[in-house]
């Protein structure tokens, strides 16, 4: 589509002129999804504004300590009827594609209130109202930071810190992931300054695996196989592995990275079975120009080029594999 970016100081005013907001993310939300939300929610506080955030999955536990995840309401048609007709603002972060918010796309699109798409995936779809999107930019978190920079009355407080800290430190893999820059490191040190403390923050996001998913990721190690040369990653976990230590494929977010820290890996591909009968997720990560989000958009996912996921039916895990491995042919022509 061709979109165009609102100017930040026009999103503060509109943001500053509605009087209910609904603040959302993509399914299977991760720490920029939940961070970016918080924050635009605590800045809405600041402002004395209502806001909402729905989303339609749970928070993951480990993002559960954040100030405001406690208020992250689940959708529900019936219980956010209401608030769907009197909000005049809805604020979308973390997601280009309303198909990501699954059974809110309807109340969504039938609402009135104008719609702001805050986010730093490719390929946005035309949907909203107002965009302000990066795809060189490493999380979503940063976006909200620059947009709380162009307000002149900004008061940065420990909840939006820990919540920014949160999504900007998860997007970049600690740090490390390729659009992490210096203007990064910039927007954290002053997220520290404010409150954030990087060591118990990294204990609260990371550390809090349960004995079973670390189990899990054994199996998933044990699973491992190499293609195309060694320049490829396999790592498969199927129904059975789930079941065997009590674990669904929600507990598997930070698994596919282990593939990367491979030599001569460039390409880490994680399926899991979703406990849906025919229904697969790919997560894939890649090293340089190797672009994952062009093999996922086959399979009607999409993400970043170094980054991307689908969920895809398959008649079994075999087949599911070979479909992969065929796309993933595709990098290497
Ligand atoms: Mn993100």
Not at 87 to 96: E, Q
Not at 205 to 232: C, D, E, P, T
Request: charged letters at 20%; proline letters at 2%.
């Amino acid at each position: 589509m061709n979109y165009s970016n609102t100017l930040q100081t026009d999103l503060i005013k509109i943001i500053k002129k509605s009087q209910n907001i609904i603040i959302t993310s993509h399914t299977n939300p991760d720490g920029d999804a939940i961070g970016s939300m918080l924050a635009v929610h605590h800045y809405c506080n600041l402002l004395g504004i209502n806001s909402q955030c729905i989303i339609v999955d749970n928070v993951p536990k480990n993002l559960q300590f954040l100030n405001g995840a406690e208020k992250i309401e689940v959708y529900n048609k019936q219980r956010h009827k209401q608030l769907f007709s009197k909000s005049d603002l809805i604020v979308l972060v973390d997601l280009n594609d309303i198909a990501r918010v699954r059974d809110m796309e309807v109340p969504i699109k039938e609402s009135k209130a104008y719609k702001i798409v805050i986010d730093h995936h490719i390929n946005p779809k035309d949907f909203a109202d107002y965009y302000f999107v990066n795809n060189n930019i490493a999380a979503t978190g940063e976006l909200i930071w620059q947009l709380f920079m162009s307000d002149p009355d900004f008061k940065l407080n420990r909840n939006i810190a820990e919540a920014l800290y949160a999504a900007i430190v998860t997007d970049t893999g600690n740090f490390h992931y390729p659009r992490t820059t210096a203007k990064t490191h910039n927007i954290i040190s002053q997220l520290i300054e404010a409150g954030a403390d990087p060591t118990e923050l990294y204990e609260k996001i990371y550390n809090q695996s349960s004995f079973n998913v670390i189990k899990l990721l054994g199996i998933a190690l044990s699973n491992l196989k190499l293609l195309y040369n060694g320049r490829v990653c396999l790592m498969p976990l199927s129904s059975v592995d789930f079941r065997n230590t009590h674990t669904s494929f929600r507990d598997t977010e930070f698994f596919v990275e282990r593939t990367l820290s491979i030599e001569g890996v460039s390409v880490g591909i994680l399926i899991t079975e979703v406990l849906e009968k025919g229904q697969f997720k790919v997560s894939l990560r890649s090293k340089e120009d190797y672009n994952v989000a062009s093999i996922a958009q086959f399979i009607g996912g999409g993400g970043h080029i170094n980054a991307a996921g689908a969920t895809f039916q398959s008649s079994d895990l075999n087949s599911a594999i070979e479909t992969i491995i065929r796309l993933i042919g595709k990098l290497f022509e």
